[in-house]
């Protein structure tokens, strides 16, 4: 892109963007040479992480039309990232036309992009809104005119919480985002894993995630699983993204870095 024509207004394209950054590791072409430079910097300190991230796309699309399969037909995604193939709302308006899908982010692009691609569908929505006051988005009049908190929905914070330093404030938010599901409603969460990753790497690796002015926090398999507290599992449970439900025949090393992603279901009767 260029950053004299695309860039909107009181957007700096000399400071990196997560969301931008994802988008250059899924191949798109919606990023600045900022960003395209920071991720060329974790490419090297993690060499893995362009193939990460495009599992951690595929594991969200298999985890809505899972969903959607069982009933679910409300999403709500949580820091959703530039649009690309296979987008939430694809996936479920396939298995449902009459699925309604809610998108939040706070970085400008990822918003200017999915407004336009989405303004002619009533069925989805898309809100500014930081992950960080997840009542804020929740009570947003548009969201709530949009969603019957009533029925079953999804939350999807997939790949986003561990630019949450602070693990009080991290889990705090999912505790509130897991008190609005309904029974039958279902959370879909990936994160970052440090498996085996050296202090060295994580080190650098968090140097360069500073430069988009955020924070890189991965987190242990406990930590992670923690998130999905009074929640029944889907089978296999807490694994790699690209074990859960694949297309293929996935060998799952419980110590290899990467993200490590689950579905958790609300119990028939509330959360445990």
């Not at 595929?58 to 409300?74: C, K, N, S």
């Not at 929505?125 to 992950?131: A, N, Q, R, S, T």
């Amino acid at each position: 892109m260029s950053e004299q024509e695309q860039a909107p207004p009181g957007i700096d394209p000399t400071t990196p963007s997560v969301a931008r950054m994802y988008d250059y590791f899924l191949g798109g072409k919606d990023n600045f040479a900022a960003d395209r430079e920071a991720a060329e910097k974790i490419m090297k300190v993690v060499p893995d992480v362009r193939h990460t991230a495009r599992e951690n796309r595929a594991f969200l699309g298999r985890a809505v039309r899972f969903l959607a399969e069982m009933g679910i037909h409300q999403f709500i995604d949580i820091g959703t990232g530039l649009p690309t193939s296979q987008n939430v709302h694809q996936v479920a308006l396939a298995e449902s036309p009459g699925a309604r899908v809610v998108y939040v982010d706070n970085d400008p692009i990822v918003l200017v992009h999915a407004r336009a691609l989405l303004a002619d569908d009533p069925r989805t929505l898309v809100i500014e809104g930081d992950l960080r006051d997840p009542k804020a988005i929740i009570d947003n009049p548009a969201v709530q005119a949009h969603i019957d908190f009533g029925r079953p929905l999804a939350i999807i914070v997939c790949a986003i919480l561990h630019f949450i330093d602070d693990d009080d404030e991290a889990a705090g938010i999912v505790a509130h985002l897991r008190s609005l599901l309904p029974p039958g409603g279902a959370l879909v969460l990936s994160h970052g894993f440090k498996g085996e990753l050296s202090e060295e790497t994580l080190a650098r690796a968090k140097e360069i995630y500073a430069l988009t002015k955020g924070a890189l926090k991965v987190r242990g398999r406990e930590e992670i699983g923690a998130y999905f507290s009074g929640l029944d599992l889907v089978e296999p449970g807490l694994v790699h993204v690209d074990s859960w439900h694949p297309t293929w025949a996935a060998e799952e090393d419980p110590t290899a870095p990467g993200v490590l992603g689950a579905v958790g279901l609300v119990p028939p009767d509330g959360p445990a």
